[in-house]
């Protein structure tokens, strides 16, 4: 699979494309900036690494070295699909980028042809479940406590999209 230009972002092109396992420094350095509980480079080689693993990476269009705007790294098995983690580059967030990566997501997912995918999230992340709503995911759960935050614990909350198609 090739990647997809997204448009110019704040005057810089970006392009989403599948993960590599060269990549897994980047996720890090990025899931750092964006998680109070970050994963390591070793923790994301190991799943990239996992047959049924997939994930995606916007960067700026023809700088593969530079750091990433961002990521989405997912799992399917048999036909349920979940969201491992997404992150997003501080200064990249609220400029399309994480519904790019979702719809990366969701069109792999759809060729693969699942039926439903789950994700967690935060309850105080307001953009996040921003996006996920308007990409039709629902609360099908939650978790009380389960994030650490500066104030406390926060809720996660489970969300699913069915993905199947009218037959």
């Keep these: 699979m090739m990647g ?13 494309e599948p993960l590599v396992n060269a ?7 990025l899931h750092a900036l964006t998680f109070s509980q970050p994963w390591s480079d070793e923790e994301f080689l190991a799943l990239m690494m ?19 705007g961002g990521f989405v790294l997912a799992r399917l098995v048999v036909d349920e699909a979940e969201i491992l983690t997404i992150a997003v580059a501080p200064s990249e967030q ?9 719809d990366a997501t969701l069109r792999h997912l759809h060729n693969a042809r699942a039926e439903m995918l789950f994700l967690e999230v935060d309850e105080t992340n307001m953009p996040a479940l921003t996006l996920y ?14 994030y650490e935050t500066a104030g406390g614990r926060s809720a996660a909350l489970t969300m699913r999209r069915d993905l199947k198609r009218a037959r």
Excluded: C, T
């Design 4 to 16: 997809f230009p997204l448009g110019n972002l704040r005057n810089r092109p970006f392009v989403v």
């Design 23 to 29: 990549d897994s420094i980047h996720l890090a350095k």
């Design 50 to 68: 996992q047959g049924n693993v997939f994930g995606f990476i916007a960067r700026e269009e023809g700088k593969r070295s530079a750091p990433p």
């Design 94 to 102: 609220r400029r399309g980028l994480g519904h790019a990566l979702m």
């Design 133 to 146: 709503r308007r990409l039709g995911f629902k609360q099908v759960g939650k978790r009380p406590g389960y």
